[in-house]
């Protein structure tokens, strides 16, 4: 070990404390955004690291500082580009696309050294075993990805698709590449044994997010984004780089952690999202207010009792779910809290699985610019709903279904937001149709429940306009 | 086994309880922007880039080297903009636009 040997392995050390530290600092609002700018500095020294070790060494020939410099340079406009112009809505997409090429590189630099060794001295088992981990693991997570980003775009139908044999062909493919994959392992260096295992492991991630319903995406990134990390951990493991390692099992971590908690939250086990063959679309059935089941009664109030009943409040909850955030309606529903807000106390109550990703309602909101201690979450947000006057749901279903305190059918058990212990409660919906798990739900039917049935959107506007006449006279 | 993968193990092993530890104490409220903070995290792949566009030798190797670095950059700098675009909004009450009636609500 020299000198320069030595720096650039503590700079490595460095950016990874500074991961760490960073990934502590978002653990509240307040510090999260000096998280991120800690985890950036941690990044440059390590870039930096990485140039000097290879100029150190000098092996780098001029066309691969061209090649090198050429190609990040280009990828980071067209990553600052898409970063500047997406709309938060579509954040979850972006992020898929950011874990499709994170996943993407790792595995090409474990293709890289396969291919720099081709021909060449067998390469050890220690880098082997990693490299045809990755070749795997890397491909799987690309085109998972981009299926799971094109879901989100709509680009790819976001119902599950499923097609006769779909089955057969995951279990073949995973055949070929656990095949392929030993026959390298084997120490068998074959360019088209590679190719093979890389467009099996490719066409894999294509098979396991194609029958993934919509609504199940929050669980599907989270893995992805797991996935990601390990890949990016298992290249450091091929190139023998401490920082690649703590980085990507951080990633790894923080994926699997978010996929566990989101499948809690709606009640799924991971497996069955993974099997899938169930689930909604983006856009809900849209069967008319007369689909009530049983023929249960409910209550039709307007936007003007609506407003009534807000404008007189002491403390109004809104929920936010799904359908607001399909409907775009988050900057209807900050004005009409900060309305509320002026005469009582009114703050939002956000269920972990409402909108497309963990915890994307809060920014949605947060972009409404509704402050953050106005988000409460599910549990401290349970403990208000006893002493709440009205509770106005807007577009989410399932996740205030009393029902789910029962043993005994679809939601049992999932934890929700306990609506029905408010004094009253608004409901603004589009239709009586089913949520995600297709059961009734009985807070619809609850006598102190009104239902307002329009556009989350168009609803909230024409309570808020109902409420500010209310507020004028 | 050589020392080195040794060394290595631990490190992936202690860096995932460590995550495990300091993530479970992100807020809900932060978990879009914790993902994407760590996607940024995971662009650290472009020194894979670094290494293997320092190796390469041949036409294949150069192609594998250019792909593997458009796709880091973009990795990290779509990820750091993006986190730090969702944390700025993330902000406490503003100071109100001359509002009268309760403010505090928490």
């Known amino acids: ?473 | 086994m050589t020392t080195a993968l040794m060394s290595d193990i631990y490190m992936f092993v202690l860096a995932i309880l460590v995550g495990y530890e300091v993530i479970t104490k992100v807020p809900s409220t932060l978990h879009t922007p914790l993902m994407s903070a760590s996607n940024a995290i995971h662009g650290i792949v472009i020194i894979g880039a670094v290494v293997i566009a320092s190796q390469a030798r041949t036409d294949a190797g150069y192609a594998l080297a250019f792909v593997a670095a458009f796709f880091a950059g973009m990795n990290v700098v779509g990820g750091y903009s993006l986190t730090d675009r969702m944390l700025q909004m993330f902000r406490k009450r503003p100071e109100p636009p001359a509002h009268d009636g309760p403010k505090e609500l928490s």
């Open chain 1, 1 to 473: 070990m020299n000198a320069v040997t030595i720096a650039v392995d503590l700079a490595y050390l460095v950016a990874g404390v500074g991961f760490v530290v960073a990934l502590h600092l978002m653990n509240s609002p307040a510090t999260a955004r000096k998280g991120s700018r800690l985890s950036w500095l941690g990044m440059i020294v390590a870039v930096v690291a990485a140039l000097v070790s290879v100029i150190h060494d000098g092996t780098i020939t001029t066309t691969g500082w061209v090649v090198l410099s050429v190609g990040a340079i280009g990828g980071a406009a067209v990553g600052l580009v898409m970063a500047r112009k997406v709309k938060m809505t579509d954040v979850p997409q972006v992020v898929s696309i950011f874990n499709a090429v994170g996943g993407g590189a790792a595995a090409l630099v474990a293709i890289g050294g396969f291919v720099r060794l081709d021909g060449g001295p067998g390469i050890g088992t220690r880098v082997m075993i990693a490299t045809v981990l990755d070749i795997i693991v890397g491909p799987v997570t690309f085109s998972g990805s981009l299926i799971a980003a094109g879901k989100l775009q709509g680009w790819v139908p976001s119902r599950p698709v499923v097609f006769p044999g779909a089955r057969f062909i995951t279990v073949a493919l995973t055949v070929v590449g656990v095949g392929a994959g030993c026959y390298l392992l084997a120490g068998h260096d074959s360019t088209w044994v590679l190719i093979l295992a890389v467009c099996a492991a490719l066409a894999f991630g294509v098979t396991m997010v194609l029958p993934i319903g919509g609504a199940d995406m929050p669980v599907v990134i989270a893995l992805l984004n797991s996935f990601t990390g390990i890949a990016v951990a298992i290249a450091g493991f091929v190139i023998d780089n401490g920082a690649l390692i703590i980085g990507g099992a951080l990633v790894g971590a923080s994926g699997g952690i978010l996929t566990l908690l989101m499948a809690r939250a709606m009640n799924r086990s991971i497996i069955s999202v993974m099997i899938g063959g169930f689930g909604t679309g983006d856009s809900g059935p849209a069967t008319g207010p007369a689909a009530v089941g049983a023929g249960a009664s409910i209550r039709r109030i307007s936007a003007e009792d609506a407003a009534i009943q807000l404008a007189y409040a002491s403390k109004v909850i809104i929920v936010p779910g799904y359908g607001l955030a399909a409907a775009q309606a988050q900057h209807e529903a900050a004005e009409l809290a900060a309305l509320l807000a002026e005469h009582a106390t009114a703050f939002f109550a956000i269920h972990p699985v409402a909108g497309r990703m963990p915890g994307h309602m809060n920014v949605l909101l947060a972009e409404a610019n509704v402050p953050y201690p106005d988000m409460k979450e599910m549990d401290a947000a349970n403990l208000e709903f006893p002493t709440t006057d009205v509770v106005l749901v807007v577009g989410a279903n399932d996740v205030t279904n009393p029902a789910a305190r029962r043993p005994g059918n679809a939601v049992s058990g999932m934890p929700i937001l306990n609506v029905d212990q408010a004094k009253s409660v608004i409901v603004i919906k589009r239709s009586m149709g089913h949520g995600y798990a297709g059961i009734d739900n009985e807070l619809y039917i609850d006598p102190k429940t009104g239902m307002f049935f329009s556009d989350a959107k168009a609803g909230l506007a024409e309570i808020t306009a109902a409420v500010k006449a209310l507020v004028a006279a």
